[in-house]
């Protein structure tokens, strides 16, 4: 199934895209997505779909958009 | 006493008189500085009801132990005033070199008296106080005013500055230092203009007294280099506090046309991404290894250094996408001395008024060129500006027609960069921020969506809020201290307390700063009943806008919902109840003693019944 994915701030350099469709197989978690993806876990993160945090566990869902973000102060 | 230099400066800018005034440690250790300072002072010394704009008003320059000190990102000086904007307590930080070099020349507050009967500057060396003539930089904007003092004194004085927005009273003129720094969004700028008060600066020789000047200088030195390796090692000053703009957008928390909208398809042509790419230089306060300010060429040219709270309201909220163009109201906002937060939703409310035919005029969202003519009207209150100078709630006030629902305000301060449509606890950070609407003192917005279900109105939120305003609107403003290290990169609370003590040779724990900060929030709270002794709850609430079903998103993940006014007064009740504050939002006769304001509290029953 395809989902997508939106980095936030500076994991786009880090990780190397800022958003892309990615091929996951069903009942894929958060977690499994990072870990394919190379996203380090060393600093703190904000996972969000459909605008709502969600755990490392949460499982994915066709048509997902899943925001990974550093977590910001905002100024 | 070690850590404070135990002196204050007293100018008098009406009979150009000076005197230091020294205070003890129970003074130091009660308001321990900054904020702390800056608020007791104006309690004690203010009448209630003064004019802000008045020679009875004064301006308070508050520093505190950590000021100046070689440790992580101290370069904060405090500047507070009776707030013209708001009529309340009012106060902003801003990195500034006047933090080092006042406390150099023996100083931790500096109070500003009186008005001059010409336009002045304030020269301060140590002992030594001069009130010098400012006409020949009266009337220039910022950039060109700090280079005439730096040209003068060279580019290591500490410098606070105002524009031409300042010198004509706008009520939401800012406080300008260095490079993109400036401060005091509630008009301390505007007070400053008031008393005809171009500059000061100030020059020390002196030590800064400190109790263990070598155990501070092995940590604090350290800890600056071990901050701008985590900065390094996180890459988060490469997209800095812009980074925001793409998260708010993708969670509909974005400020778009006046609020109505959360997030715009064209968000990002002004995102962080392509700030840092656009970059032509990067400017950060003293003591700082974690430089934020991004600076680009905008459109006529100038440097303009951006931070995510002016790209979110001069931009989003104007419906202005073109990212030179939206650095060129930023330019004009430093130059001009003008606070962008408020500029931006002034701007931003005046289109929507237009729009809605409650008001008639020419300006309409995504008009650039428009915008900058009416920033440079307001600085100089011509034509329109001087409506437009006096902010939302004014405007509102003058416009009628229903137009004060979506004048986005609380208290007369303008709603900053978030828009809380559908975020219950980062709204009532804003309604519960005692300046009026500001993201500094409680920015919980990260903490609602990620551990809390969004459309709930639990206690587990107001806890929150209050746990936030005890660090960043407590901790960090009287330290002071900049919070970034603590909020960006995770650099732990921990620290403060190592760094506190050994500046001061006491022993704090974190538990002890915290009562600090409750007794700054409840005295604040008490200089706003002061004033206002009609105080009631509604007062705490966010604009109806936020309300209203007819205003909710149409599409996108937040559509048809909005926050509900019921379930807010419920997180208002957690809130007072958590504070030891009655159910209008005023402390308590018992909080009042716990906190140890028995004095405050029998002044303020002159005004206010306490229960």
Known sequence: ?75 | MKGWTGNILRVNLSNKTFRKETYGEDFATKWVGGRGFALKILWDELKPGIDPLGPENKLIVALGPLAGIPAPNTGKTVVAAKSPLTGGYGDGNLGSRMTEQLRKAGYDALIVEGAAEKPTYLYIEDDKVEFLPALEVWGKGTYDTNDWFYKKYGRGVGLLTIGPGGENKVLYAMVRSMEGRAGGRPGIGAVMGSKNLKAIVAKGTKEIPVADPEGIREVGLGDLKKVGELDKRTGWSKQGTTGVLAWCNEVAALPVRNMRKTFHPDAWKIDGERLNAARIATYGCPNCTMRCGITIRDHEGHEAEMDYENIGMLGADLEIFELDQVGSLNYLCDDLGLDAISAGAVLAFYADAIDHGAIDGDFHFGDAEKAKDLLKLIARREGVGNFLADGTMRMAEKIGKGSSSYAMHVKGLEISAYNCKFIPGMALAYGTSPIGAHHKESWVITFEIMHTTRESYGREKAEKVIELQRIRGGLFEYLPACRFPWVELGWGLEHYPVYFNRITGLNWTLEDFWKISDRIYALMKFFWAREFPDWDRTRDYPPMAWFDPSNADKEGIIAGKVLELDKYNQLLDHYYDIRGWDKRGIPTRKTAKDLGLEEEAREVEKFVRLE
């Open chain 1, 1 to 75: 199934m395809k989902v997508t994915v939106k980095l936030i701030g500076h994991l786009i350099q880090k990780v190397g895209f800022s958003e892309k469709d990615v091929e996951i197989s069903p009942g894929a978690t958060v977690s499994q997505l990072i870990e394919s993806l190379g996203i380090p876990g060393n600093s703190p993160m904000i996972i969000t779909v459909g605008g709502q945090g969600v755990p490392p566990e949460h499982p994915l869902k066709e048509g997902d958009r899943l925001v990974i973000s550093h977590v910001y102060s905002g100024g």
